[in-house]
Nanobody, 124 residues
Framework: QVHLVESGGGLVQAGDSLRLSCVASQRSISRYTMAWFHQAPGKEREFVACTVWTSGSRYYSDSVRGRFTISRDDDKNTVYLQMNNLKPEDTGVYYC?????????????????WGQGTQVTVSS
């Protein structure tokens, strides 16, 4: 069992930056694919970025590529999402997810563990 806790959300203006953190406990995430998903108000949870433990590869959605960076510090059992040049459409709850495999990376059902989410609000 992996317990995930996100933090770092807040209210910012368009063009600002935020760094989200996802701290894992109860088990090391060094052999987990970790991802961030975004859920806008009234919409489905959507893939943002992931980091695959087997290869170190990182993948991003088209909407955030070039603006967001996912990273991980396995010694701290933490995954980060650096969010730059934020836009109003980035508003929503950001969830951290983890899976022990590396399949269906952009699909919520592929992830076994989730945090409670952290709210990001970007004003125009």
């Amino acid at each position: 069992q992996v317990h995930l806790v996100e933090s770092g959300g807040g209210l910012v203006q368009a063009g600002d930056s935020l760094r989200l953190s996802c701290v894992a406990s109860q088990r090391s995430i060094s052999r987990y694919t970790m991802a961030w998903f975004h859920q806008a108000p009234g919409k489905e949870r959507e893939f943002v970025a992931c980091t695959v433990w087997t290869s170190g590869s990182r993948y991003y959605s088209d909407s955030v590529r070039g603006r967001f960076t996912i990273s991980r510090d396995d010694d701290k059992n933490t995954v980060y999402l650096q969010m730059n040049n934020l836009k109003p459409e980035d508003t929503g709850v950001y969830y951290c997810g983890g899976q022990q495999s590396w399949v269906q990376l952009k699909t919520t059902t592929a992830y076994d563990y989730w945090g409670q989410g952290t709210q990001v609000t970007v004003s125009s």
